[in-house]
């Protein structure tokens, strides 16, 4: 469940009121607003360990003054977030130096025994950042690039060096930098492009300071000429015309690059908001809830279509919370009307209409089976005794939801119906001993009533009266049917 109310919050996600949605989690630029003063001391200059891993070429240099001139840059264009980075030692980044591509399992193991030994080396209590720095992309670069993106334990930025590249100077090059590296750690942090501008919705040349010249060269006089000219010397004047224009339009312009109105890079207030939450997180606090993450996310959005939907099924978790979503109109935009569908499945679900709610959630089950639409057809087929397709949605849906106890308690009926008492008895077994699962009385009470049914299916009498005793005589429910049972059992 959620808390405060879905549709509550949900009615202050308009355009000019988002702005002031400050629950978030994982983000979104929005339109670039005015730094908001902290309220509170906490959240000012959060910091961030960035220990950087050099490739060979760098490692070879023994001046590291750039490294730290690329930090304080770095830290002027983090400033927006409250953000500031402190340079941990650095380590030899190896796998660079490998001049063959590697899948990606021989790349994962190689870098996180490495992060692993410098975590045991460094223990730190502070959030900290990877930063692989590379002379140039090695062999492996894409696929260690995907790796950083995918695997959150290990947050890891990957950098390449500009000092030196042909047509801009160190100072330019620095500066490209830090706000590369800027905006690669703002993405880390959980920032993402929205509908309206902030850095992330720049192009890299935008975001470098940087424009394509595209100055057309002087054309030659169209004046008539009086001595002949060649064909092929025609032919040669025009390649290079167009030579020149090619290679002005591919020149940086060093001018733009260095001008003194490159101000610092503007974040969106929510993404502000999305990279303080994030080093929270990074600094042990508990993960945000999809709830209180969804709204902060404008369900009109198109460009954040797929997080808000993958936030609003992470929240709506019972059947209750689709009907009421539907019936407040936060799922109004044009593009939610599967959800729509899903919300209307849930409403013949919770009024046993179980023919509708199979029809309604079985297709939307179907690719996106994590979600609740699968728990709805699961359940719906489960009344219908339409024991295969329970079986399969059911699974689909506890397979990422272990233990929910509705979607269990139902998935061991269909099992023991099936006739496969011994699956039954440990699924029930497993819900009842979880150490970190609130059951309430009357799950715990209808658990224990089937546990002891399976038990005694299996013939294992004296376990199935120790899970009928442990139920509450008083138990409206299952307390007076368990007694009876009991009884039955004793008097044989």
Same mark, same amino acid.
């Given at each position: 469940?959620?808390?405060?109310?879905?549709?509550?919050?949900?009615?202050?996600?308009?355009?000019?009121?988002?702005?002031?949605?400050?629950?978030?989690?994982?983000?979104?630029?929005?339109?670039?607003?005015?730094?908001?003063?902290?309220?509170?001391?906490?959240?000012?200059?959060?910091?961030?360990?960035?220990?950087?891993?050099? /490739?060979?070429?760098?490692?070879?240099?023994?001046?590291?003054?750039? %490294?730290?001139?690329?930090?304080?840059?770095?830290?002027?264009?983090?400033?927006?977030?409250?953000?500031?980075?402190?340079?941990?030692?650095?380590?030899? *980044?190896?796998?660079?130096?490998?001049?063959?591509?590697?899948?990606?399992?021989? %790349?994962?193991?190689?870098?996180?025994?490495?992060?692993? /030994? *410098?975590?045991?080396?460094?223990?730190?209590?502070?959030?900290?950042?990877?930063?692989?720095?590379?002379?140039?992309?090695?062999?492996?670069?894409?696929?260690?690039?995907?790796?950083?993106?995918?695997?959150?334990?290990?947050?890891?930025?990957?950098?390449?060096?500009?000092?030196?590249?042909?047509?801009?100077?160190?100072?330019?090059?620095?500066?490209?930098?830090?706000?590369?590296?800027?905006?690669?750690?703002?993405? +880390?942090?959980?920032?993402?492009?929205?509908?309206?501008?902030?850095?992330?919705?720049?192009?890299?040349?935008?975001?470098?300071? *940087?424009?394509?010249?595209?100055?057309? $060269?002087?054309?030659?006089?169209?004046?008539?000429?009086?001595?002949?000219?060649?064909?092929?010397?025609?032919?040669?004047?025009?390649?290079?015309?167009?030579?020149?224009?090619?290679?002005?339009?591919?020149?940086?312009?060093?001018?733009?690059?260095?001008? $003194?109105?490159?101000?610092?890079?503007?974040?969106?207030?929510?993404?502000?908001?999305?990279?303080?939450?994030?080093?929270?997180?990074?600094?042990?606090?508990?993960?945000?809830?999809? !709830?209180?993450?969804?709204?902060?996310?404008?369900?009109?959005?198109?460009?954040?279509? +797929?997080?808000?939907?993958? =936030?609003?099924?992470? !929240?709506?978790?019972?059947?209750?919370? *689709?009907?009421?979503?539907?019936?407040?109109?936060?799922?109004?935009?044009?593009?939610?009307?599967?959800?729509?569908?899903?919300?209307?499945?849930?409403?013949?679900?919770?009024?046993?209409?179980?023919?509708?709610?199979?029809?309604? !959630?079985?297709?939307?089950?179907?690719?996106?089976?994590?979600?609740?639409?699968?728990? !709805?057809?699961?359940?719906?087929?489960?009344?219908?005794?339409? /024991?295969?397709?329970?079986?399969?949605?059911?699974?689909?849906?506890?397979?990422?939801?272990?233990? +929910?106890?509705?979607?269990?308690?139902?998935?061991?009926?269909?099992?023991?119906?099936?006739?496969?008492?011994?699956?039954?008895?440990?699924?029930?077994?497993?819900?009842?001993?979880?150490?970190?699962?609130?059951?309430?009385?009357?799950?715990?009470?209808?658990?224990?009533?089937?546990?002891?049914?399976?038990?005694?299916?299996?013939?294992?009498?004296?376990?199935?009266?120790?899970?009928?005793?442990?139920? /509450?005589?008083?138990?409206?429910? =299952?307390?007076?049917?368990?007694?009876?049972?009991?009884?039955?059992?004793?008097?044989?």
């Amino acid at each position: 469940m959620f808390s405060p109310p879905f549709s509550s919050r949900l009615a202050l996600r308009r355009p000019h009121a988002l702005m002031l949605s400050l629950g978030l989690g994982l983000g979104l630029g929005c339109a670039s607003a005015p730094p908001v003063a902290p309220k509170s001391s906490q959240e000012v200059g959060r910091r961030l360990l960035i220990s950087p891993a050099l /490739d060979l070429s760098l490692r070879q240099e023994g001046e590291r003054a750039w %490294l730290r001139e690329l930090m304080r840059r770095t830290n002027l264009e983090l400033s927006e977030l409250n953000l500031s980075l402190e340079l941990g030692p650095e380590r030899p *980044w190896e796998l660079s130096d490998q001049e063959e591509a590697l899948g990606l399992e021989q %790349l994962w193991g190689s870098l996180s025994a490495q992060l692993e /030994d *410098w975590r045991a080396a460094e223990p730190r209590a502070q959030p900290r950042l990877w930063l692989a720095l590379t002379s140039s992309p090695p062999p492996s670069y894409p696929p260690l690039r995907e790796l950083s993106h995918t695997r959150r334990g290990a947050p890891l930025v990957i950098l390449r060096q500009l000092r030196g590249l042909s047509g801009v100077t160190e100072d330019e090059a620095l500066t490209a930098m830090s706000r590369l590296l800027a905006r690669s750690i703002a993405v +880390n942090l959980g920032a993402l492009k929205g509908c309206e501008a902030d850095a992330l919705s720049l192009s890299r040349d935008e975001l470098l300071g *940087w424009r394509l010249n595209r100055a057309e $060269p002087p054309q030659p006089s169209r004046a008539p000429s009086r001595a002949p000219r060649l064909r092929g010397a025609q032919r040669s004047s025009s390649l290079q015309a167009r030579r020149e224009r090619d290679r002005s339009a591919r020149s940086l312009s060093s001018a733009e690059a260095s001008a $003194p109105t490159l101000t610092p890079i503007t974040w969106s207030q929510l993404n502000r908001e999305l990279s303080a939450q994030r080093l929270r997180e990074l600094s042990g606090a508990p993960s945000v809830p999809p !709830c209180e993450r969804l709204s902060a996310l404008d369900l009109s959005c198109s460009l954040t279509l +797929n997080e808000a939907r993958l =936030y609003t099924h992470a !929240c709506l978790t019972e059947a209750e919370d *689709w009907v009421r979503a539907a019936r407040g109109a936060e799922l109004s935009p044009p593009p939610w009307e599967e959800e729509r569908r899903l919300a209307r499945g849930a409403a013949a679900l919770l009024e046993e209409r179980w023919a509708e709610a199979l029809e309604r !959630c079985a297709p939307i089950a179907s690719h996106s089976p994590s979600s609740f639409a699968s728990r !709805c057809a699961g359940e719906a087929a489960a009344q219908l005794k339409r /024991d295969a397709e329970a079986l399969r949605y059911l699974r689909a849906y506890l397979s990422a939801h272990p233990l +929910n106890p509705p979607a269990t308690l139902e998935l061991s009926k269909v099992v023991g119906r099936t006739g496969d008492h011994s699956a039954a008895a440990a699924l029930l077994s497993e819900l009842i001993s979880a150490p970190k699962l609130k059951l309430s009385s009357q799950q715990r009470s209808r658990a224990l009533y089937n546990l002891g049914i399976a038990h005694a299916q299996l013939g294992e009498l004296s376990e199935a009266l120790k899970a009928w005793r442990a139920i /509450d005589p008083k138990d409206e429910s =299952y307390g007076e049917r368990a007694q009876s049972l009991i009884n039955e059992l004793s008097a044989q």
